[in-house]
């Protein structure tokens, strides 16, 4: 199955605009009356008409050209997303190298959590090379502290949090590619916008127990990334 064209996917997720407004694109930041700014490789014209789009679900307007240009920079899934609201189209995935992910229940309590035992989610990633979707093609990564574990109070709400976090790990979103902000070093496997609690009976780290705010705050970050237990069309 040929897959669709950066063109082809964009237009998926947008509608038409008669008349643009009198405002700037924020990708490109020149007015949507004009054309866009953007002038890199692979921008073929565009119609009048379909210079400007709307994305279909937030309404955020920007240059046709614009938006092809963001997802050729991106990992190219399928997926968009708009860079104002963060609204995402499609299934976003992410450039996590290849790996492990595994969970069992074991028998202890987390501070915090008294009345439950725990989930304890393993990670594992071996170094590599950094494949094209990666910041340098080519290249190896190396990948410090695996496996890493972490944990989870086995409670409804925790295995709530399991069950996505199988769905992120599924979508290449739990660890990145990148520059790891606690060592400094670059092309190594880092995590991604999905916090995890690494330390079981203390919190010398400040990725530990007790965190009352813990599961909510990682639902968040994992609706961030397109990830819920809702259908589609629930709000
Ligand atoms: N445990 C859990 N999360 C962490 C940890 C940790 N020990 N250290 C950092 N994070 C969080 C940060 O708060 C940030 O949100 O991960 C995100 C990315 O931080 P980086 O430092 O770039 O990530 P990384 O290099 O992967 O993590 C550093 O985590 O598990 C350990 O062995 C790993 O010591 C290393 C540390
Ligand atoms: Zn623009």
Redesign the pocket.
Known sequence: RKGKTPEEVVKKYLQKVKSPPEEDCTICMEPLGGPSGYKGPGVGPVSRAESVGQLAQCGHQYHFQCLVAMYNNGNKDGSLQCPTCKTIYGVKTGNQPAGKMEYHVIPHSLPGHPDCKSIRVIYNIPPGLQGPEHPSPGKPFTA???P?H?YLPDSERGRKVLRLLLVAWDRRLI?SV??????G?SD??????V?????FGSNL???GFPDPGHLDNVLEELRAQGITEEVDGEV
């Open positions: 410090r502290g695996f890493r972490c660890f990148g520059t790891s902000s606690t060592t070093e190594t496997v880092i995590w991604n916008e916090h995890h609690k690494t330390e780290t400040g990725h």
